[in-house]
Structures are given as C-alpha cells and as structure tokens.
C-alpha cells in the first residue's frame, strides 16, 4: 500500500540498502512509466551499496523488459555479471545469463544453466534438458535429458538431490517407461 511504500522511501533516502532494494521492487511491479523509472533508480543505488539481489533484479528487468522500458540485453548482461559474482546470488544470474547466450552462443549457454542447475534452479534444469534433448550446445543425450527433468534440489545436506520420477533407471541401458503410482 502507499503508507508501506512512504515508510520504505523514508528508509530508502537514509541510505538503507535494503530498503531501497525494497522500494525498487515494489515501484517495478506497478508498472507504470514514472514507477519504473523511480524503481530503477532505488535499484541501482542499492546495488551500488553491493546488494547483491539488487543487481540480478535490474539484470532481470533489463532482460525481460517491463511496460514502460524496452529490454536491453546489453544493460541485463553488465547487471547480471555483478550479480554472478556475488555468492548469494550466483546460480540465478547464471541461469539468466545461459539465456542471454542462447541462441548465439550455446555452449556458453548450457555452462551457465549448469552452473545454475547444481545451484537448485529448477528452470536451469529444464534448459539442461532441453539443450541436451536437442543436442544444442552439448552432446545430444535423451537419458541425461530425462534426468536433468527429473532431479530437482531438495535443500537436505543429508541427501541435496531428488528425482520426481525414476521411470528412466535402467541398469542395463535398455530404455524403460516404467511410470510412477503418484502420477
């Protein structure tokens, strides 16, 4: 609501980073002219600060674009690079940028979304799929395909990796579809 987004401003000019982050966020998602333009602004001075979710949000917005900003994939790339580079932030850049290097460069690409992938991004994964179903940018590969459709991060340190559905398993490579009960 305004009274929320007043509060978060007032923060914001004192130089909180968090809540420049904050009111950034909340400006984009409005999605008109002025509120895109002030949103960025609280953006980037928050990121300026290094906050690293603050870079991968203009990297976002610059890759999709909103209503009032076209994209610019030359803008998202820069944001995305710093936000890369940042431990908390690192799998999900990587993810938006593998989309970036798509279709242009897509050995790049399948790097990033791997990257991704074994930092839990459940969208990198299905790229990795996709990519090696196709063959686009790596080894075309319909078992590691399945596989990389099928595992998902389970946040455990006992066991980090699941797999939804184990109908491609076969130990003697034939190809099985053994479908699970919980379909």
């Known amino acids: 609501?305004?009274?929320?987004?007043?509060?978060?401003?007032?923060?914001?000019?004192?130089?909180?980073?968090?809540?420049q982050r904050a009111a950034g966020s909340t400006l984009l998602a409005r999605g008109d002219a002025q509120s895109d333009v002030e949103g960025r602004r609280w953006?980037?001075?928050?990121a300026a600060q290094g906050d690293a979710l603050a870079m991968l949000s203009l990297g976002r917005a610059r890759l999709v674009g909103t209503r009032a900003t076209p994209r610019d994939a030359a803008l998202a790339r820069e944001w995305l690079i710093q936000a890369h580079a940042q431990s908390?932030?690192?799998?999900?850049?990587?993810?938006?940028?593998?989309?970036?290097?798509?279709?242009q460069d897509a050995p790049q690409a399948v790097a990033y979304f791997r990257e991704a992938a074994e930092g839990g991004v459940a969208e990198a994964m299905y790229q990795l799929g996709n990519a090696h179903a196709s063959g686009e940018g790596t080894e075309s590969h319909q078992r590691a395909a399945m596989r990389w459709y099928e595992l998902h991060r389970t946040g455990s340190s006992a066991n980090p990796w699941s797999i939804y559905q184990q109908g491609t398993y076969s130990p003697d490579m034939n190809d099985r579809w053994m479908g699970s009960i919980a379909i």
């Open 1 to 19: 609501d305004d009274v929320a987004l007043r509060t978060l401003i007032v923060l914001a000019e004192g130089g909180n980073s968090l809540a």
């Open 43 to 46: 953006l980037a001075l928050a």
């Open 88 to 103: 908390l932030t690192r799998a999900q850049a990587a993810y938006y940028l593998g989309l970036l290097s798509l279709p």
